[in-house]
Nanobody, 110 residues
């Protein structure tokens, strides 16, 4: 299984970005998809997850600002990020069950 993430970049505080990630390869059914991030000098942490049935889970510091969604037919997961803060600067990784994608860098700076 391969995961390809897109959508990172540089954005000003208060701005928005949308990350996308699609899984390909030998996939029967993906149960949980999610996004994690690793800020500079820190450990990787959970951002949000979503089950195949649509149940979501968010880290406390992104609740109300980030929205995770998925398209089961495309084996894709998305992360809509609004009201971005400098503290959201990190490499963002997508995950599908036990498989990790490569990271995409999000930088929030004026």
């Amino acid at each position: 299984v391969q995961l390809q993430a897109y959508g990172g970049g540089l954005v000003q505080p208060g701005g928005s970005l949308r990350l996308s990630c699609a899984a390909s390869g030998s996939i029967f059914r993906i149960n949980v998809m999610g996004w994690y991030r690793q800020p500079p000098g820190k450990q990787r942490e959970l951002v949000a997850t979503i089950t195949s049935g649509g149940r979501t889970n968010y880290a406390e510091d992104v609740k109300g600002r980030f929205t995770i969604s998925r398209d089961n037919a495309k084996n894709a997961v998305y992360l809509e990020m609004n009201s971005l803060e400098p503290e959201d600067t990190a490499v963002y990784y997508c995950k599908a069950d036990l498989f990790w994608g490569q990271g995409t860098l999000v930088t929030v700076s004026s």
